[in-house]
């Protein structure tokens, strides 16, 4: 199902925790502000003017619908910048002492944490239980002091764990230590108030919330001290530096205005995960087939509600390669993940269902599903029948 260049691609769009569809809503917004705002926010002539009006106008709707204040928004490229400006930027005005992080957190997190090191940084990863849930008395036995900064991945983007965000807010300020919470599978899906949240520092893509690709933000609480760490023009209050994406800025706000309109219909939750659970239900009547990460039936606040992740494994009970299931279930017209999108080479092992205690070939045999709302039940209809179907092509080989 190769398409020709220039041709849409069509299928049922499963992937939405690698990149969700822009909304059509967040692409006319985006055309409208980039024809009237194409100018420089720092010229000082008209059109300068008004691409600072446009950025401007973003950043507070932005702002409001994430619960900060204008001034804590710093628009960024996405997650993996945004994480690396809270580590970094943050780091750079505390002594050096010891980092916190998680054993399940995105390789941006791992790298920012390394590049710490460098710098004279103690690391120290908390292991997490079966369901990809924080150890909470690994944390509390080394949030004390050398321990200056904490990251911790909220909504975890392999296995759908929602980190008990109350509890590790609420410790980590007792002991005097400063949070980053990775919450770029969070935005959208739950509603995500700033200013009532336990943490200093929060990242976000816009990608992941049928926004744009190309833009994120990191929400910086009033008072905590940053660096850039891209020097230049000064943008972003000296924050990060680089001519600002306004029509990206205002697909960024149109995609979480949309958010929010569907969070309201959930009764904050996103609405899909009533889509999600019914397959679930359907799923795991198939032989070969586990959940993954926490069971949404029966912990629906500990998992992300557009998510589901399954370990596959044949009649005998022997584990498969989930990437091989990835591409025979594209030959059936779905486009899921084996996993995290964004893991590269090497082992097929995935090291969050390692970290969780899955042996080396159950940790290569995942399947991940994203849901959304472009999709309807009757998309789902077929989707155990194929995944039987490729199941037993997979048994038997190319
Ligand atoms: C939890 C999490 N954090 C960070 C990232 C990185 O975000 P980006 O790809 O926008 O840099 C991702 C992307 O998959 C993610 O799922």
Redesign the pocket.
């Given at each position: 199902m190769s398409p020709r260049p220039g041709a849409p691609v069509r299928g049922v769009y499963l992937d939405a925790?690698?990149t969700a569809p822009p909304a059509p809503e967040v692409l006319e917004a985006m055309a409208a502000v980039q024809a009237v705002a194409w100018g420089n926010p720092s010229s000082l002539h008209g059109h300068g003017l008004a691409a600072a009006e446009a950025l401007e106008r973003a950043r507070w709707r932005c702002a409001a619908l994430l619960g900060c204040r204008p001034e804590e928004l710093v628009f960024t490229s996405?997650?993996?910048?945004s994480?690396h400006l809270a580590l970094l930027g943050a780091a750079e005005n505390l002594r050096p002492g010891r980092l916190l992080i998680s054993s399940v957190e995105?390789p941006?997190t791992a790298a920012a944490a390394a590049a710490l090191e460098r710098r004279g940084w103690q690391l120290q990863t908390l292991p997490v239980d079966r369901e990809g849930l924080l150890d909470l008395e690994a944390l509390e036995r080394w949030v004390e002091p050398p321990t200056r900064l904490v990251s911790l991945?909220w909504?975890q983007?392999e296995v759908g764990s929602l980190q008990p965000l109350d509890a590790v807010g609420a410790r980590c300020r007792r002991a005097g230590v400063l949070l980053h919470v990775?919450a770029?599978?969070v935005v959208g899906h739950l509603p995500v108030d700033f200013a009532a949240l336990p943490v200093d520092l929060l990242s976000l893509?816009g990608?992941?919330l049928q926004g744009p690709r190309g833009i994120?933000a990191l929400l910086v609480r009033s008072g905590v001290p940053l660096t850039g760490q891209i020097g230049g023009g000064g943008q972003e209050a000296g924050r990060r530096s680089g001519t600002e994406p306004v029509a990206l800025a205002a697909g960024l706000c149109r995609a979480l205005e949309l958010a929010d309109e569907r969070l309201r219909q959930g009764a904050g939750r996103d609405p899909v995960a009533a889509m999600r659970d019914a397959l679930l239900a359907r799923l795991l009547e198939l032989p070969g087939l586990r959940l993954s990460g926490p069971d949404p039936r029966h912990v629906p606040e500990a998992r992300l509600p557009h998510h589901l992740s399954l370990l596959v494994s044949s009649a005998a009970g022997g584990p498969f390669s989930g990437r091989q299931l990835v591409r025979r279930l594209w030959q059936e017209g779905y486009a899921v993940s084996s996993g995290?999108?964004?893991s590269s080479g090497g082992s097929p092992a995935s090291p969050v269902l390692r970290a969780l205690g899955y042996g080396e070939q159950e940790a290569a045999s995942g399947l991940r599903l994203g849901f959304g709302p472009w999709l309807s039940p009757a998309d789902l209809e077929g989707l155990p029948d194929a995944l039987e179907r490729a199941r037993q092509q997979v048994a038997v080989g190319p």
């Open positions: 925790c690698a996405g997650g993996s910048e994480i995105h941006a991945i909504g983007s990775d770029v599978q893509a990608h992941k994120g995290s999108a964004c």
